[in-house]
Protein backbone atom coordinates (compact mmCIF):
# COMPACT_ATOMS: atom_id res chain seq x y z
CA UNK A 1 0.00 0.00 0.00
CA UNK A 2 1.22 3.22 -0.76
CA UNK A 3 1.31 5.99 1.97
CA UNK A 4 2.77 9.27 3.77
CA UNK A 5 5.60 8.72 6.08
CA UNK A 6 7.40 10.93 8.25
CA UNK A 7 10.67 10.15 8.91
CA UNK A 8 11.19 13.00 11.66
CA UNK A 9 8.45 11.16 14.16
CA UNK A 10 7.51 8.06 12.26
CA UNK A 11 3.84 7.93 11.44
CA UNK A 12 2.17 7.32 7.98
CA UNK A 13 -0.90 9.26 6.56
CA UNK A 14 -3.10 8.11 3.64
CA UNK A 15 -2.18 10.12 0.52
CA UNK A 16 -4.33 12.69 -0.36
CA UNK A 17 -3.94 16.50 -1.68
CA UNK A 18 -4.75 18.30 1.27
CA UNK A 19 -1.69 16.91 3.10
CA UNK A 20 1.92 18.47 2.46
CA UNK A 21 3.69 17.82 5.85
CA UNK A 22 3.33 16.00 8.97
CA UNK A 23 1.45 17.69 12.39
CA UNK A 24 4.86 17.20 13.52
CA UNK A 25 5.91 19.61 11.43
CA UNK A 26 8.11 17.42 9.22
CA UNK A 27 8.67 16.88 5.44
CA UNK A 28 6.63 13.68 4.63
CA UNK A 29 8.10 10.75 1.90
CA UNK A 30 6.18 8.64 0.52
CA UNK A 31 6.20 4.65 0.84
CA UNK A 32 6.65 3.00 -2.92
CA UNK A 33 7.93 0.13 -4.44
CA UNK A 34 9.50 0.69 -7.75
CA UNK A 35 10.15 -1.63 -10.56
CA UNK A 36 12.42 -2.56 -13.32
CA UNK A 37 11.47 -4.18 -16.32
CA UNK A 38 14.37 -3.39 -18.44
CA UNK A 39 13.12 -5.45 -21.56
CA UNK A 40 9.62 -3.10 -21.10
CA UNK A 41 11.81 -0.16 -20.62
CA UNK A 42 13.86 -0.87 -24.17
CA UNK A 43 10.70 -0.59 -25.71
CA UNK A 44 9.24 2.23 -25.09
CA UNK A 45 9.94 6.01 -26.28
CA UNK A 46 12.94 7.90 -24.65
CA UNK A 47 10.86 10.20 -21.80
CA UNK A 48 11.49 9.55 -18.46
CA UNK A 49 7.98 7.75 -18.55
CA UNK A 50 9.61 4.69 -20.00
CA UNK A 51 10.05 4.15 -16.32
CA UNK A 52 6.12 3.44 -15.85
CA UNK A 53 6.75 0.92 -13.06
CA UNK A 54 8.90 3.11 -11.26
CA UNK A 55 6.73 6.25 -10.76
CA UNK A 56 3.71 5.77 -8.52
CA UNK A 57 0.80 7.14 -10.91
CA UNK A 58 -1.91 4.40 -10.89
CA UNK A 59 -4.04 4.81 -14.21
CA UNK A 60 -2.18 6.19 -17.33
CA UNK A 61 -4.92 8.42 -18.25
CA UNK A 62 -3.80 10.17 -15.31
CA UNK A 63 -0.23 11.16 -16.97
CA UNK A 64 0.39 14.44 -18.34
CA UNK A 65 3.40 14.01 -20.37
CA UNK A 66 5.17 16.60 -23.71
CA UNK A 67 7.76 13.45 -24.21
CA UNK A 68 9.93 14.91 -21.60
CA UNK A 69 13.01 13.88 -20.73
CA UNK A 70 16.01 11.02 -21.70
CA UNK A 71 17.99 13.94 -22.05
CA UNK A 72 21.52 13.87 -23.77
CA UNK A 73 24.10 12.24 -21.36
CA UNK A 74 27.14 13.97 -22.90
CA UNK A 75 30.75 13.69 -22.33
CA UNK A 76 33.26 16.35 -22.53
CA UNK A 77 36.48 17.32 -21.79
CA UNK A 78 36.88 19.42 -18.79
CA UNK A 79 39.79 20.68 -17.31
CA UNK A 80 41.84 18.01 -18.55
CA UNK A 81 39.56 15.41 -17.22
CA UNK A 82 36.42 13.22 -19.02
CA UNK A 83 32.96 14.13 -17.13
CA UNK A 84 29.33 13.69 -18.42
CA UNK A 85 26.94 15.93 -18.34
CA UNK A 86 22.99 15.45 -18.35
CA UNK A 87 21.86 18.11 -20.20
CA UNK A 88 18.72 18.99 -18.21
CA UNK A 89 17.59 22.01 -19.67
CA UNK A 90 16.76 20.48 -22.99
CA UNK A 91 12.75 20.10 -21.37
CA UNK A 92 9.90 21.63 -22.60
CA UNK A 93 9.93 24.56 -20.08
CA UNK A 94 13.98 25.11 -19.95
CA UNK A 95 14.20 23.54 -16.75
CA UNK A 96 14.80 20.20 -15.14
CA UNK A 97 11.99 20.88 -13.08
CA UNK A 98 9.49 19.38 -15.32
CA UNK A 99 10.92 16.13 -14.26
CA UNK A 100 9.05 16.83 -10.95
CA UNK A 101 6.54 18.83 -12.39
CA UNK A 102 4.96 15.97 -14.91
CA UNK A 103 5.05 13.34 -12.08
CA UNK A 104 3.11 16.15 -9.27
CA UNK A 105 0.41 17.62 -11.80
CA UNK A 106 -0.07 14.25 -12.95
CA UNK A 107 -1.04 13.01 -9.15
CA UNK A 108 -3.07 15.73 -9.23
CA UNK A 109 -4.91 15.49 -11.89
CA UNK A 110 -5.35 11.59 -10.62
CA UNK A 111 -6.87 13.33 -7.74
CA UNK A 112 -9.15 15.36 -9.51
CA UNK A 113 -7.98 18.83 -7.96
CA UNK A 114 -9.02 22.14 -9.59
CA UNK A 115 -6.59 24.47 -8.68
CA UNK A 116 -2.99 24.48 -6.77
CA UNK A 117 -0.73 26.84 -5.37
CA UNK A 118 2.91 26.79 -5.43
CA UNK A 119 6.25 28.91 -4.27
CA UNK A 120 9.28 29.13 -7.13
CA UNK A 121 12.54 31.34 -7.65
CA UNK A 122 10.63 30.76 -11.40
CA UNK A 123 11.72 27.84 -12.49
CA UNK A 124 9.66 25.40 -10.60
CA UNK A 125 7.12 27.92 -11.11
CA UNK A 126 6.94 27.56 -14.84
CA UNK A 127 7.13 23.82 -14.79
CA UNK A 128 3.73 23.25 -12.62
CA UNK A 129 2.24 26.38 -14.44
CA UNK A 130 2.98 24.40 -17.82
CA UNK A 131 1.50 21.28 -16.94
CA UNK A 132 -1.07 22.78 -14.68
CA UNK A 133 -1.78 24.48 -18.30
CA UNK A 134 -2.16 20.89 -19.96
CA UNK A 135 -4.07 19.76 -17.34
CA UNK A 136 -6.57 22.69 -17.31
CA UNK A 137 -5.78 22.99 -13.80
CA UNK A 138 -5.77 26.75 -12.15
CA UNK A 139 -2.83 27.93 -10.86
CA UNK A 140 -1.27 30.32 -8.54
CA UNK A 141 2.68 31.27 -8.37
CA UNK A 142 4.01 33.03 -5.41
CA UNK A 143 7.95 34.55 -6.12
CA UNK A 144 10.26 36.55 -5.38
CA UNK A 145 10.98 40.00 -6.21
CA UNK A 146 13.96 39.09 -7.63
CA UNK A 147 13.30 36.46 -10.46
CA UNK A 148 14.49 37.39 -13.78
CA UNK A 149 11.64 38.55 -16.19
CA UNK A 150 12.17 36.00 -18.14
CA UNK A 151 10.36 33.15 -15.69
CA UNK A 152 7.85 35.70 -14.55
CA UNK A 153 6.88 36.46 -18.44
CA UNK A 154 6.68 32.17 -19.25
CA UNK A 155 4.38 31.63 -16.07
CA UNK A 156 1.88 34.23 -16.94
CA UNK A 157 2.19 32.94 -20.60
CA UNK A 158 0.80 29.30 -19.34
CA UNK A 159 -2.15 31.17 -17.69
CA UNK A 160 -1.29 31.26 -14.21
CA UNK A 161 -1.60 33.91 -11.40
CA UNK A 162 1.43 35.05 -10.10
CA UNK A 163 2.48 37.02 -7.19
CA UNK A 164 5.72 38.95 -5.98
CA UNK A 165 6.67 39.04 -2.89
CA UNK A 166 9.04 41.12 -1.29
CA UNK A 167 11.74 40.30 0.74
CA UNK A 168 13.27 37.07 1.50
CA UNK A 169 12.38 33.67 -0.39
CA UNK A 170 11.24 32.26 2.60
CA UNK A 171 9.21 35.02 2.81
CA UNK A 172 7.64 34.28 -0.33
CA UNK A 173 7.12 30.25 0.93
CA UNK A 174 5.16 31.98 3.75
CA UNK A 175 2.50 33.16 1.78
CA UNK A 176 2.18 29.95 -0.24
CA UNK A 177 1.76 28.06 2.44
CA UNK A 178 -0.89 30.57 3.88
CA UNK A 179 -2.63 30.29 0.88
CA UNK A 180 -2.06 26.14 0.85
CA UNK A 181 -4.34 26.16 3.99
CA UNK A 182 -7.25 26.26 0.85
CA UNK A 183 -5.93 25.25 -1.93
CA UNK A 184 -3.47 22.24 -2.56
CA UNK A 185 0.00 22.99 -2.21
CA UNK A 186 1.95 21.78 -5.01
CA UNK A 187 5.01 22.30 -3.68
CA UNK A 188 8.62 21.08 -5.15
CA UNK A 189 10.44 20.86 -1.61
CA UNK A 190 7.28 19.74 0.65
CA UNK A 191 5.41 17.44 -1.79
CA UNK A 192 7.38 14.05 -2.09
CA UNK A 193 5.72 13.35 -5.85
CA UNK A 194 7.80 15.82 -6.65
CA UNK A 195 10.98 13.96 -6.20
CA UNK A 196 9.05 10.54 -7.67
CA UNK A 197 9.60 12.68 -10.55
CA UNK A 198 13.11 14.04 -10.09
CA UNK A 199 14.78 10.69 -9.39
CA UNK A 200 14.19 9.64 -12.84
CA UNK A 201 17.76 11.50 -13.45
CA UNK A 202 19.09 8.50 -11.78
CA UNK A 203 17.70 5.61 -13.84
CA UNK A 204 18.31 7.81 -17.22
CA UNK A 205 22.05 7.96 -16.17
CA UNK A 206 22.05 4.43 -15.03
CA UNK A 207 20.14 3.54 -18.06
CA UNK A 208 22.90 5.83 -20.46
CA UNK A 209 26.30 4.35 -18.93
CA UNK A 210 24.90 0.82 -19.97
CA UNK A 211 22.78 -0.08 -16.73
CA UNK A 212 25.54 0.91 -14.42
CA UNK A 213 25.73 3.74 -11.59
CA UNK A 214 28.74 6.44 -11.74
CA UNK A 215 30.69 6.77 -8.72
CA UNK A 216 30.10 10.15 -8.11
CA UNK A 217 27.39 12.95 -8.95
CA UNK A 218 27.83 16.77 -8.88
CA UNK A 219 24.82 18.45 -8.53
CA UNK A 220 23.34 21.58 -6.88
CA UNK A 221 21.53 22.01 -3.74
CA UNK A 222 18.76 25.04 -3.23
CA UNK A 223 16.25 23.01 -1.58
CA UNK A 224 17.77 19.69 -3.16
CA UNK A 225 15.26 18.34 -5.42
CA UNK A 226 16.70 17.30 -8.02
CA UNK A 227 19.86 16.02 -5.03
CA UNK A 228 17.19 14.56 -3.57
CA UNK A 229 15.69 12.79 -6.43
CA UNK A 230 18.74 11.60 -7.61
CA UNK A 231 19.57 10.30 -4.66
CA UNK A 232 16.08 8.70 -4.27
CA UNK A 233 16.56 6.94 -7.66
CA UNK A 234 20.03 5.24 -7.21
CA UNK A 235 18.81 3.56 -3.58
CA UNK A 236 15.90 2.50 -5.77
CA UNK A 237 17.88 0.74 -8.21
CA UNK A 238 20.54 -0.44 -5.40
CA UNK A 239 17.14 -1.98 -3.12
CA UNK A 240 15.89 -3.23 -6.80
CA UNK A 241 19.66 -5.34 -6.81
CA UNK A 242 20.41 -3.52 -10.02
CA UNK A 243 23.66 -1.40 -9.20
CA UNK A 244 25.69 -2.42 -6.31
CA UNK A 245 25.89 1.13 -4.58
CA UNK A 246 24.60 4.72 -4.39
CA UNK A 247 26.70 7.49 -6.11
CA UNK A 248 28.82 9.61 -4.00
CA UNK A 249 26.33 12.94 -3.87
CA UNK A 250 28.81 16.17 -3.99
CA UNK A 251 26.63 19.26 -3.29
CA UNK A 252 26.94 22.68 -4.78
CA UNK A 253 25.99 25.84 -3.11
CA UNK A 254 26.47 29.53 -4.13
CA UNK A 255 29.17 31.10 -1.24
CA UNK A 256 26.40 33.94 -0.71
CA UNK A 257 24.09 31.52 0.33
CA UNK A 258 25.51 28.21 1.61
CA UNK A 259 23.62 26.82 4.79
CA UNK A 260 24.50 23.31 3.61
CA UNK A 261 27.67 24.05 3.68
CA UNK A 262 28.18 25.62 7.04
CA UNK A 263 26.27 22.32 8.23
CA UNK A 264 28.14 20.04 6.55
CA UNK A 265 31.50 21.51 7.79
CA UNK A 266 30.76 21.71 11.18
CA UNK A 267 29.84 18.78 11.36
CA UNK A 268 25.49 19.42 12.13
CA UNK A 269 22.96 17.04 11.48
CA UNK A 270 20.32 19.94 10.75
CA UNK A 271 21.02 23.48 8.73
CA UNK A 272 20.68 26.61 10.94
CA UNK A 273 19.91 30.46 9.96
CA UNK A 274 23.93 31.23 7.97
CA UNK A 275 25.77 33.43 9.20
CA UNK A 276 26.67 36.49 7.85
CA UNK A 277 30.33 35.59 6.78
CA UNK A 278 28.81 32.15 4.84
CA UNK A 279 25.73 34.05 3.36
CA UNK A 280 27.75 36.64 2.22
CA UNK A 281 31.56 36.66 1.09
CA UNK A 282 31.37 39.46 -1.40
CA UNK A 283 28.28 41.31 0.18
CA UNK A 284 26.46 40.91 -3.39
CA UNK A 285 23.43 39.26 -3.69
CA UNK A 286 24.19 36.25 -5.58
CA UNK A 287 23.10 35.67 -9.70
CA UNK A 288 22.42 31.93 -8.96
CA UNK A 289 18.79 32.89 -8.00
CA UNK A 290 17.76 28.91 -8.22
CA UNK A 291 19.59 28.00 -5.33
CA UNK A 292 19.42 31.09 -3.07
CA UNK A 293 17.61 28.73 -0.12
CA UNK A 294 19.11 30.22 3.00
CA UNK A 295 16.71 27.60 4.80
CA UNK A 296 16.33 24.46 3.02
CA UNK A 297 12.81 22.60 4.12
CA UNK A 298 14.79 19.45 3.45
CA UNK A 299 18.17 20.15 5.07
CA UNK A 300 18.59 17.10 7.21
CA UNK A 301 17.63 14.70 4.65
CA UNK A 302 20.13 16.41 1.99
CA UNK A 303 22.72 15.83 5.30
CA UNK A 304 21.79 12.33 5.77
CA UNK A 305 22.70 11.54 2.15
CA UNK A 306 25.88 13.52 1.42
CA UNK A 307 26.77 11.65 4.57
CA UNK A 308 25.95 8.61 3.93
CA UNK A 309 27.09 8.00 0.55
CA UNK A 310 30.98 9.61 1.76
CA UNK A 311 30.08 13.02 -0.20
CA UNK A 312 30.57 16.72 0.65
CA UNK A 313 29.68 20.18 -0.55
CA UNK A 314 31.48 22.83 -1.85
CA UNK A 315 30.55 26.20 -2.27
CA UNK A 316 31.49 28.99 -5.18
CA UNK A 317 31.85 32.76 -5.66
CA UNK A 318 30.34 34.79 -7.79
CA UNK A 319 33.46 35.29 -9.44
CA UNK A 320 33.89 31.38 -10.11
CA UNK A 321 30.06 31.30 -11.74
CA UNK A 322 30.42 33.91 -14.03
CA UNK A 323 33.93 32.57 -15.20
CA UNK A 324 31.59 28.56 -15.03
CA UNK A 325 28.99 30.49 -17.61
CA UNK A 326 31.43 31.97 -20.27
CA UNK A 327 33.26 28.70 -20.34
CA UNK A 328 30.30 26.54 -20.70
CA UNK A 329 29.46 29.50 -23.57
CA UNK A 330 32.49 28.88 -25.25
CA UNK A 331 31.48 24.63 -25.23
CA UNK A 332 28.28 25.35 -26.51
CA UNK A 333 25.66 25.24 -24.33
CA UNK A 334 23.75 28.73 -22.86
CA UNK A 335 22.92 27.90 -19.44
CA UNK A 336 21.28 29.90 -16.64
CA UNK A 337 23.94 31.38 -13.25
CA UNK A 338 22.34 28.93 -11.46
CA UNK A 339 23.76 25.99 -13.47
CA UNK A 340 27.40 27.98 -14.11
CA UNK A 341 27.09 27.49 -10.66
CA UNK A 342 27.08 23.49 -10.85
CA UNK A 343 29.70 23.50 -13.01
CA UNK A 344 32.27 26.17 -11.08
CA UNK A 345 31.84 23.51 -8.69
CA UNK A 346 32.42 20.64 -10.69
CA UNK A 347 35.75 22.40 -11.42
CA UNK A 348 36.87 22.62 -7.73
CA UNK A 349 35.61 19.17 -7.31
CA UNK A 350 38.10 17.49 -10.26
CA UNK A 351 40.96 19.70 -9.31
CA UNK A 352 40.31 18.33 -5.79
CA UNK A 353 39.99 14.30 -6.50
CA UNK A 354 42.77 11.80 -6.32
CA UNK A 355 41.40 8.86 -7.56
CA UNK A 356 40.33 7.86 -11.23
CA UNK A 357 36.09 8.19 -11.06
CA UNK A 358 33.59 8.83 -13.03
CA UNK A 359 31.72 11.83 -12.58
CA UNK A 360 28.12 13.27 -13.56
CA UNK A 361 27.08 16.58 -13.18
CA UNK A 362 24.64 18.27 -15.17
CA UNK A 363 22.94 21.45 -16.74
CA UNK A 364 19.54 22.41 -15.03
CA UNK A 365 18.72 25.58 -16.45
CA UNK A 366 18.58 27.11 -20.00
CA UNK A 367 20.29 30.95 -20.74
CA UNK A 368 17.73 32.47 -22.50
CA UNK A 369 15.13 32.94 -19.16
CA UNK A 370 17.92 34.46 -17.38
CA UNK A 371 19.73 36.77 -20.09
CA UNK A 372 18.12 40.28 -18.84
CA UNK A 373 20.30 39.62 -15.67
CA UNK A 374 23.33 38.21 -17.53
CA UNK A 375 23.22 41.85 -19.67
C1 LIG B 1 18.22 26.09 -13.01
C2 LIG B 1 18.14 25.57 -11.63
N1 LIG B 1 19.09 24.73 -11.21
C3 LIG B 1 19.09 24.23 -9.95
C4 LIG B 1 18.11 24.57 -9.05
C5 LIG B 1 18.16 24.01 -7.67
O1 LIG B 1 17.11 23.18 -7.38
P1 LIG B 1 16.75 22.81 -5.89
O2 LIG B 1 16.30 24.08 -5.21
O3 LIG B 1 15.69 21.85 -5.96
O4 LIG B 1 17.99 22.28 -5.26
C6 LIG B 1 17.07 25.43 -9.44
C7 LIG B 1 15.98 25.78 -8.52
O5 LIG B 1 15.18 26.64 -8.76
C8 LIG B 1 17.10 25.94 -10.77
O6 LIG B 1 16.15 26.78 -11.19
ZN1 LIG C 1 6.12 13.67 11.91
Redesign the pocket.
Known amino acids: MERFFCPNCKCFYPIQPARWRCDCGSYLDLEFESKFPIQKILKRSPSLWRYREAIPIHSNASILSMDEGFTPLEEIEFDGSRVFIKID?LFPTG???DR?ATVLISKMKEWGVQKVVED?????GSAIAAYCAKAGIGCEIYVPQYTSSGKLIQIQAYGAAFKKVEGSREKVAERAMEAASKIPYAS??WNPFFLHG?KTFAFEVWEQMDWKAPDTLV???????????AHLGFRELKEAGRIKGIPKMVGIQSASCAPLYQAFKRGWRETRPIEKSVRLETEEETI????A?AE?VRGKQILEAIRETDGEVLAVTEKEIKAALKKMGRKGHF??P??A??IAGLGKYLRKKRRKETVVS?L???GLKSAGKML
Open positions: YSYKGSSGNAHCTLPIGHGTLFLGAEGIIPIETSATTTGM
